[in-house]
């Protein structure tokens, strides 16, 4: 429920609002705007009709219910966009943010001669997993505490934040040492328990859709997130399963006008997931930018044919400065700066 106080209520009567609210089992989120104070409560559904009886408390304009079924994620609760920081990287509001590196993070030498490659082309935000879920137990795993440590030091030498994969919740304060942005991969996001841990902790999230998951479900697993106190979530479209088998995946570009149009949360694609070539990166990048998301994930790697992961999706780092040259002006079309 949306708890819309009168204009100009008194601090005392805001108060005591979020204390009913709280008494009633509700956790509040409160939302100061420039004439007056917006309150998200959130909490079990079947107490709806004792908040619709707040109606009546000095201060309270109206008492309106949220109709989608997340709550915290919805523009309803909150109508301007999101934007998530760290450090002097903004993602959302009017800059394109672009993300890129390898798929794993494969040694000491690699990821810093990607980031180099990177930060020169002009991407604010290095990758790299160090933890990799993949589909086969024999293929290559990630380089654990090693990669995030290597991911980190390379990502202090060229001035760049850093996101990563977590995989297992046990992992979580390990992950939380080393990196700037936390990834939620595709086979994750449905992980309830982890998206649990990571709505409790202080960094932002990269919450990637599932293959299988729909716009709903993508931003019910966001408000997970949210609803334990983390606002900090940046969504990234990487395609879905699809009877289509020219791609790896079929990149869903709808879900970014979809998901602007029912949530504040900033949105990224990741094109090269979804394709699953090369090739195809560059023509869905611009379509990327055309269709109004906040940023893109690229995978970039010095060598794709030696990759341990992902090397047929990965762009040589020339065809990644080509890429950055060559989505300005879809990026200028929808307001934003590169
Ligand atoms: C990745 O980013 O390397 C990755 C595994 O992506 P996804 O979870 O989208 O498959
Ligand atoms: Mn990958």
Redesign the pocket.
């Known amino acids: 429920m949306i708890i819309v106080m009168r204009a100009g209520a008194p601090k005392k009567e805001l108060k005591e609002v979020l204390q009913k609210i709280r008494k009633l089992g509700y956790k509040t989120h409160i939302i100061h705007g420039v004439e007056r104070d917006v309150i998200g409560a959130v909490g079990d559904e079947r107490g709806k009709a004792r908040l619709q009886s707040l109606e009546s408390l000095a201060g309270v304009e109206k008492v309106v219910p949220i109709l989608k079924p997340f709550k915290l994620a919805s523009l309803e609760i909150h109508p301007e966009p999101t934007v998530v920081t760290t450090g002097k990287i903004t993602v959302g509001g009017p800059n394109f943010t672009v993300i890129a590196g390898p798929?794993?993070v494969e040694s000491r030498e690699q990821i810093f001669e990607t980031a180099a490659a990177v930060k020169k082309a002009g991407a604010s935000i290095l990758?790299g997993?160090a933890y990799?879920?993949r589909t086969s137990p024999y293929s290559f795993q990630g380089l654990e505490e090693e990669g995030l440590r290597f991911l980190a030091e390379a990502g202090k030498e060229y001035g760049l934040p850093v996101v990563t994969?977590i995989v297992n919740p046990m992992d979580s304060e390990l992950v939380y040492q080393y990196s700037d942005v936390i990834?939620?991969?595709?086979?994750?996001?449905q992980n309830f328990a982890l998206l649990k841990i990571l709505g409790q902790i202080d960094k932002p999230i990269l919450l990637?859709?599932?293959?299988m998951t729909t716009i709903e479900e993508f931003l019910m697993s966001a408000e997970y997130i949210l609803s334990e106190g983390n606002s900090d979530v940046i969504l990234?479209e990487?395609?879905i399963r699809t009877f289509e088998r020219a791609t790896r995946n079929t990149l869903d570009l709808s879900a970014v006008p979809v998901i602007k149009s029912q949530s504040h949360l900033p949105v990224i694609v990741?094109p090269?997931?979804a394709v699953g070539h090369w090739q195809y990166v560059l023509p869905l990048s611009k379509a990327a930018a055309a269709v109004g998301a906040d940023g893109l994930?690229i995978?970039v790697h010095t060598h794709p044919e030696d990759a341990f992961?992902?090397g047929l999706q990965s762009l040589k780092p020339e065809k990644f400065s080509e890429l950055m040259r060559e989505i300005r002006p879809f990026v200028r079309a929808t307001g934003r700066k590169l």
């Open positions: 798929c794993s990758r997993g990799k879920p994969e990834q939620v991969g595709a086979r994750n996001v990637k859709r599932g293959m990234c990487r395609g990741d090269s997931h994930m995978e992961s992902d």
